[in-house]
């Protein structure tokens, strides 16, 4: 009997904030579905290598995507989205990372030297971070 799969989950993921350097392991889990489900990961709509199994009954299909974060990674969207031949015909679900990274350089600019009991004009200048230094 055709049956349609529960709308997917993501796992893994205590907080969409996360640090650039983490490895993030994320799980989609799909409960049920006859025929079975197919399951696809994206990063803001580029599709992402993971790989999937079904297990169980009633079967639950999970797939598995490993991700290091990065400074881009601040406000990506990564999507997990069945795909079923029954209607409706799928669904997803959605995390939006807040990514905190320090800033990669700081510069200070100015003259390097002085006369005694002169003064100096010095700026301090850092890259982009998150939050702003």
């Known amino acids: ?11 893994g993921l205590e907080s969409p904030h996360v640090r650039a350097g983490d490895t993030l392991r994320l799980v989609c889990l799909v409960r049920g579905g006859n025929p079975l489900p197919s399951l696809h990961w994206d990063k803001d709509g580029v599709p992402l290598v ?16 490993t991700l290091t974060v990065t400074p881009e990674d601040d406000g990506a969207t990564l999507r997990c989205s069945t795909h079923s ?15 905190t990274y320090p800033p990669a350089e700081v510069t200070i600019a100015g003259t390097p030297t002085v006369a005694e009991n002169g003064t100096v004009a010095l700026s301090c200048t850092s890259a982009p971070s998150n939050p702003p230094v």
Do not use: F, K, N
């Not at 999937?52 to 598995?64: C, D, F, I, K, L």
């Not at 029954?86 to 807040?98: D, I, R």
């Open 50 to 65: 993971g790989s999937w199994v079904t297990e169980g009954r009633p079967a639950v299909s999970r797939s598995r995507v």
């Open 85 to 99: 031949p029954l209607p409706p015909g799928g669904g997803s679900a959605s995390v939006t990372l807040s990514v």
């Open 1 to 11: 009997l055709p049956v349609p799969p529960d709308p997917p989950t993501i796992e």
